[in-house]
Protein backbone atom coordinates (compact mmCIF):
# COMPACT_ATOMS: atom_id res chain seq x y z
CA UNK A 1 0.00 0.00 0.00
CA UNK A 2 1.67 3.40 -0.97
CA UNK A 3 2.50 5.89 1.89
CA UNK A 4 3.94 8.61 2.67
CA UNK A 5 5.56 9.59 6.22
CA UNK A 6 6.64 13.21 6.91
CA UNK A 7 8.89 13.89 9.55
CA UNK A 8 11.47 16.67 10.93
CA UNK A 9 9.10 19.44 11.89
CA UNK A 10 9.26 21.14 15.38
CA UNK A 11 9.97 24.56 17.23
CA UNK A 12 12.28 26.91 15.64
CA UNK A 13 12.87 30.89 16.56
CA UNK A 14 12.66 33.40 13.34
CA UNK A 15 15.50 33.35 10.99
CA UNK A 16 16.53 29.54 12.20
CA UNK A 17 16.47 26.49 9.77
CA UNK A 18 14.12 23.05 9.65
CA UNK A 19 14.82 19.99 7.68
CA UNK A 20 11.49 18.16 6.48
CA UNK A 21 11.95 14.46 5.19
CA UNK A 22 9.14 12.37 3.56
CA UNK A 23 9.41 8.73 2.76
CA UNK A 24 8.14 7.05 0.48
CA UNK A 25 6.68 3.24 1.09
CA UNK A 26 8.28 0.78 -2.16
CA UNK A 27 5.28 1.10 -4.02
CA UNK A 28 6.39 4.83 -5.70
CA UNK A 29 8.76 4.99 -7.53
CA UNK A 30 12.49 6.67 -6.68
CA UNK A 31 11.60 9.18 -9.63
CA UNK A 32 7.62 10.19 -8.78
CA UNK A 33 6.15 13.53 -8.34
CA UNK A 34 6.04 14.57 -5.23
CA UNK A 35 5.01 18.02 -3.60
CA UNK A 36 5.15 19.55 -0.30
CA UNK A 37 1.92 21.62 0.84
CA UNK A 38 1.27 23.70 4.45
CA UNK A 39 -1.99 24.52 6.13
CA UNK A 40 -2.25 27.04 8.86
CA UNK A 41 -4.90 27.77 10.96
CA UNK A 42 -7.87 28.73 9.81
CA UNK A 43 -6.02 28.75 5.96
CA UNK A 44 -6.48 26.31 2.92
CA UNK A 45 -3.91 24.06 2.16
CA UNK A 46 -0.94 25.82 0.07
CA UNK A 47 1.54 24.71 -2.47
CA UNK A 48 5.10 25.05 -1.27
CA UNK A 49 7.18 23.28 -3.49
CA UNK A 50 7.58 20.36 -5.85
CA UNK A 51 9.82 18.18 -7.51
CA UNK A 52 9.22 16.41 -10.58
CA UNK A 53 10.10 13.47 -12.38
CA UNK A 54 12.28 14.83 -14.72
CA UNK A 55 14.23 16.26 -11.90
CA UNK A 56 12.69 20.12 -12.33
CA UNK A 57 11.78 22.04 -9.13
CA UNK A 58 8.96 24.62 -8.59
CA UNK A 59 8.48 26.71 -5.62
CA UNK A 60 5.47 29.02 -4.35
CA UNK A 61 6.98 32.69 -4.50
CA UNK A 62 6.73 32.00 -0.71
CA UNK A 63 9.60 29.92 -0.53
CA UNK A 64 11.59 30.59 -3.70
CA UNK A 65 14.70 31.38 -2.36
CA UNK A 66 14.55 30.32 1.11
CA UNK A 67 12.98 26.40 0.78
CA UNK A 68 15.08 23.90 -1.48
CA UNK A 69 13.40 20.81 -2.24
CA UNK A 70 15.29 17.52 -3.04
CA UNK A 71 15.40 13.71 -3.31
CA UNK A 72 17.42 10.87 -2.01
CA UNK A 73 19.06 9.27 -4.98
CA UNK A 74 18.44 5.72 -3.80
CA UNK A 75 15.52 5.90 -2.55
CA UNK A 76 11.88 7.14 -2.31
CA UNK A 77 12.07 10.21 0.11
CA UNK A 78 12.14 13.60 -0.55
CA UNK A 79 13.57 16.86 1.48
CA UNK A 80 12.16 20.20 2.45
CA UNK A 81 15.14 22.20 3.39
CA UNK A 82 13.73 25.84 4.96
CA UNK A 83 15.82 28.69 5.83
CA UNK A 84 14.96 31.63 6.99
CA UNK A 85 11.98 31.00 8.61
CA UNK A 86 9.56 33.17 9.33
CA UNK A 87 6.40 33.29 11.44
CA UNK A 88 4.20 33.14 8.54
CA UNK A 89 5.74 29.86 8.08
CA UNK A 90 4.26 28.41 10.65
CA UNK A 91 1.70 25.23 9.63
CA UNK A 92 1.20 21.67 9.81
CA UNK A 93 3.37 20.66 6.26
CA UNK A 94 2.62 17.45 3.81
CA UNK A 95 3.63 15.34 1.82
CA UNK A 96 1.74 15.06 -1.33
CA UNK A 97 1.93 12.38 -4.16
CA UNK A 98 -0.31 13.88 -6.88
CA UNK A 99 -0.61 10.87 -9.33
CA UNK A 100 -1.74 8.94 -6.35
CA UNK A 101 -3.88 10.99 -5.07
CA UNK A 102 -1.78 10.50 -1.00
CA UNK A 103 -0.98 12.83 1.23
CA UNK A 104 1.18 11.77 4.34
CA UNK A 105 -0.34 12.80 7.95
CA UNK A 106 1.87 16.01 8.21
CA UNK A 107 4.60 17.65 10.27
CA UNK A 108 4.32 20.95 12.46
CA UNK A 109 6.33 23.40 12.06
CA UNK A 110 5.93 26.10 14.34
CA UNK A 111 8.09 29.78 14.54
CA UNK A 112 8.48 31.60 17.37
CA UNK A 113 10.70 33.40 19.46
Known amino acids: QAQLVESGGGLVQPGGSLRLSCEASRTIAISETLAWYRQAPGKQREFVAGIYSGGSTNYADSARGRFTISRHKTRGAIFLQMNNLKPDDAAVYYC???????WGQGTQVTVSS
Open 96 to 102: HAPRFGL
